[in-house]
C-alpha cells in the first residue's frame, strides 16, 4: 500500500510521523472519511468542504488548497489501484512543542490512505442491525461541537465500547438534554407512515454528508422529512429505524434496548432509500 504523507506517496512501511504531533499528543487535528465506488470518488468535494470547515473551527490552517487536497485524494487511490474502497483524509496539527499550545506547531501534516473497511459484517445489511442507548452523552456543542470532525473520537469510543459490553455493535448517543444524538459513527432516522424524522443539527450531531444525500432522495420520492428532536420514546415506536454514513452506508436497525423495532426486520422505506443511495453511489463522483 502507497500512503500520502508530507507531500509524497511513500511505502506503507515508511508512511510514520513524528510523536511530537500534536495529533497524536492531544487528538489535535481533524479527519475525513470518504468512500470510491466503481472507480469514482464519492461526494470529494463535500468532504473536502466539511474537512475545511472543520480546521477552520478548530484554528488550523491547511496548509494545502482544496483542490490540491482533492487531487492527492485522486493521486493516493490510483497509486492503490482503488476502485471500491474507502479513503481515510487526515490533517493533524503537526510536530510542535511539549504542551498544549498550538501555535507551537509550525505546520500541518496531510495525510491520504487509500484501503477499505466494512463497518457492521455484510450478512447485517440484509437482517438489520441491534443497538443499544448508552450512558456516555455525545460531547455538548459548547465543550467540543459533534460538528467537528476532530481526531479526538474519545466520546464515541467510549460509546461503543458500552455498545459492545452490551452484546451488540452499534450504540445510540443521547445528548445533554435527554435527546436522541447519533450513533458512533452514523446517523439515525426513524419513520413512521411517509415521515422520515432525524435531529436537527441544533442536537449536536455531526451533519452528515449520508445524512444530507438520503434526505434529499427521500424528498424525491415523495415522503415528508423533518429535522426534529427526537426522544427515545421516538425510537422504541418507530416503524422501521435506520443509520446512515459512509463507512455503514443505509442500514436497518431492528432492535433498540431490547425493544423490537416494527416487525422486527428491515423495513421496505429502508429497503428503498438504501437501494436509491446505492445506485447514486455507484453512478456519480470524482474519477480516479
Ligand atoms: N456521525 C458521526 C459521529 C460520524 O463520525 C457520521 C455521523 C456520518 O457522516 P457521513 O458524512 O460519513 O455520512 C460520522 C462519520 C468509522 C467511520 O471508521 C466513521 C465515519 C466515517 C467513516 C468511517 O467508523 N463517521
Request: proline share 4%.
Amino acid at each position: 500500500m502507497k500512503v500520502y504523507v508530507s507531500g509524497k506517496l511513500v511505502a506503507e512501511r515508511d508512511a510514520k510521523i513524528s510523536v511530537f504531533d500534536h495529533g497524536l499528543l492531544y487528538g489535535d487535528g481533524v479527519f475525513e472519511g470518504i468512500r470510491a465506488y466503481n472507480g469514482r470518488v464519492f461526494k470529494l468535494e463535500e468532504h473536502i468542504e466539511r474537512l475545511f470547515d472543520s480546521a477552520r473551527a478548530i484554528a488550523l490552517e491547511i496548509p494545502m488548497t482544496p483542490t490540491g487536497i482533492g487531487r492527492a485524494v485522486v493521486r493516493t487511490c490510483r497509486a492503490n489501484k482503488i476502485k471500491d474502497g474507502y479513503i481515510r483524509l487526515i490533517v493533524t496539527r503537526g510536530v510542535g512543542t511539549l504542551g498544549l499550545n498550538p501555535y507551537t506547531c509550525k505546520k500541518g501534516e496531510v495525510i491520504v490512505i487509500a484501503g477499505s473497511i466494512q463497518l457492521y459484517p455484510r450478512r447485517l445489511y440484509e437482517e438489520g442491525l441491534s443497538i443499544v442507548t448508552v450512558g456516555t452523552v455525545r460531547n455538548h456543542p459548547e465543550a467540543l461541537n459533534p460538528s467537528i470532525k476532530s481526531l479526538n473520537y474519545l466520546n464515541n469510543i467510549l460509546a461503543k465500547i458500552e455498545a459492545i459490553n452490551s452484546g451488540v455493535l452499534e450504540a445510540v448517543m443521547l445528548n445533554h438534554a435527554g435527546n436522541v444524538a447519533e450513533a458512533t459513527g452514523d446517523n439515525i432516522f426513524v419513520v413512521k407512515g411517509r415521515v422520515l424524522r432525524t435531529p436537527p443539527a441544533s442536537a449536536g450531531i455531526l451533519r452528515g454528508i449520508t445524512r444530507d444525500i438520503v434526505i434529499e432522495l427521500a424528498r424525491e420520492k415523495n415522503y415528508e422529512v423533518r429535522e426534529e428532536t427526537l426522544s427515545r420514546y421516538d425510537l422504541y415506536t418507530a416503524e422501521e429505524v435506520f443509520l446512515t454514513g459512509t463507512a455503514a452506508e443505509v442500514i436497518a436497525v431492528i432492535n433498540i434496548d431490547r425493544r423490537k423495532i416494527g416487525v422486527g426486520e428491515p423495513g421496505p422505506i429502508t429497503r428503498e432509500l438504501a437501494s436509491e443511495f446505492k445506485k447514486l453511489a455507484m453512478g456519480t463522483g470524482t474519477p480516479i
